[in-house]
């Protein structure tokens, strides 16, 4: 029974930071149609801007419990400055281009963004501990978690909350949708579509940034993390379903799960795993398990 608690804990917590991260990638899918590779650049930024500022307020004589404050504060910070520039700057350019031409050119902008972080940060591993020392242990049956584990989740079940708040019960929230099913009828009605793509980006940006700050008291946080996450957000996104908000969270607890039984029973197949599962899925429906409605133009 113990072991089936921990691989579920553990499940839940990976699929936690997967569902951060694949929120933010599937809402960008969802209304720009555009598969961002460069979104687990984003994840990199937040996990080394949180560590960063984490490690310095830590060192001050400030309240202890606002350096969850600022896990949040880091990943807006990143959000808002990186989102707008990759956007406007990048993203923008390939609205009207096959799937393909923004999914290479996110690609290298990937490459890019990953030797900026190693000029910015460095090479060396940031241990911003602090955020989970502080919140202590809890009891879950005979094993003893950090409570930094729930906080974590919370998180994440507070951000795919507060995401269906605003897509249901705002005008903005109104508007992306519109834009989702049809771009073309929605700028003939006035809807500012280059607002609308900035702010879905920004958005998707925080997402991933929160994912990246919140993981990064767990782990060192070394060049190259942001690789595995973006493959593994993928996996989730097309598991669930490609621009699906309920379907990435099925597919992150999906990912989360098989996961964490591979490394606590077969830890050389823990990536083999994951892809035969998403590969199993995709033979039953090819388009994942909760794909978005597309209307047919006759």
Same mark, same amino acid.
């Given at each position: 029974?113990?072991?089936?608690?921990?691989?579920?804990?553990?499940?839940?917590?990976?699929?936690?930071?997967?569902?951060l991260v694949a929120l933010?990638?599937?809402?960008?899918?969802?209304?720009?149609?555009?598969?961002?590779?460069?979104?687990?650049?984003?994840?990199?930024?937040?996990?080394?801007?949180?560590?960063? !500022?984490?490690?310095?307020? +830590?060192?001050?004589?400030?309240?202890?419990?606002?350096? #969850? %404050?600022?896990? *949040?504060?880091? /990943? @807006?910070?990143?959000?808002?400055?990186?989102?707008p520039i990759i956007e406007?700057?990048?993203?923008?350019?390939?609205?009207?281009?096959?799937?393909?031409?923004?999914?290479?050119?996110?690609?290298?902008?990937f490459l890019v963004l990953?030797?900026?972080?190693?000029?910015?940060?460095?090479?060396?591993?940031?241990?911003?501990?602090?955020?989970?020392? !502080?919140?202590?242990?809890? +009891?879950?049956?005979?094993?003893?978690?950090?409570?930094? #584990? %729930?906080?974590? *989740?919370?998180? /994440? @079940?507070?951000?795919?909350?507060?995401?269906?708040?605003?897509?249901?019960?705002?005008?903005?929230?109104?508007?992306?949708?519109?834009?989702?099913?049809?771009?073309?009828?929605?700028?003939?009605?006035?809807?500012?579509?280059?607002?609308?793509?900035?702010?879905?980006?920004?958005?998707?940006?925080?997402?991933?940034?929160?994912?990246?700050?919140?993981?990064?008291?767990?782990? +060192?946080?070394?060049?190259?993390?942001?690789?595995?996450?973006?493959?593994?957000?993928?996996?989730?996104? @097309?598991?669930?379903?490609?621009?699906?908000?309920?379907?990435?969270?099925?597919?992150?607890?999906?990912?989360?799960?098989?996961?964490?039984?591979?490394?606590?029973?077969?830890?050389?197949?823990?990536?083999?795993?994951?892809?035969?599962?998403?590969?199993?899925?995709?033979?039953?429906?090819?388009?994942?398990?909760?794909?978005?409605?597309?209307?047919?133009?006759?």
């Open positions: 029974m113990d072991g089936v608690l921990i691989i579920l804990m553990d499940g839940v917590f990976y699929a936690a930071y997967l569902y933010g990638l599937t809402l960008i899918f969802g209304v720009m149609k555009i598969l961002n590779i460069a979104h687990g650049s984003l994840y990199g930024f937040g996990a080394y801007t949180g560590a960063s !500022l984490v490690l310095f307020y +830590s060192r001050q004589e400030f309240w202890p419990w606002g350096v #969850y %404050l600022v896990l *949040i504060g880091s /990943a @807006v910070l990143v959000g808002i400055i990186l989102g406007r700057g990048i993203i923008r350019r390939f609205y009207r281009e096959e799937v393909v031409v923004p999914l290479i050119a996110t690609y290298a902008l990953d030797d900026v972080m190693k000029l910015i940060f460095g090479t060396s591993p940031y241990f911003a501990y602090q955020p989970l020392n !502080l919140a202590g242990n809890f +009891s879950f049956g005979n094993i003893s978690y950090p409570v930094y #584990y %729930l906080i974590f *989740i919370s998180v /994440a @079940v507070i951000s795919g909350f507060l995401l269906w708040a605003v897509m249901n019960m705002t005008k903005f929230g109104r508007f992306v949708v519109a834009v989702m099913h049809d771009p073309e009828i929605s700028n003939a009605m006035g809807i500012k579509l280059p607002r609308i793509y900035l702010a879905t980006f920004t958005i998707g940006a925080i997402f991933a940034a929160l994912g990246g700050a919140f993981t990064s008291p767990m782990t +060192s946080v070394v060049p190259g993390l942001a690789v595995e996450v973006i493959v593994a957000s993928f996996a989730v996104v @097309v598991i669930g379903g490609l621009g699906s908000y309920s379907g990435a969270a099925i597919g992150a607890l999906i990912v989360g799960i098989v996961r964490a039984t591979a490394v606590h029973h077969f830890p050389v197949m823990e990536l083999f795993m994951i892809y035969l599962v998403m590969a199993g899925i995709l033979i039953i429906k090819p388009q994942g398990l909760f794909p978005i409605e597309e209307e047919r133009r006759i």
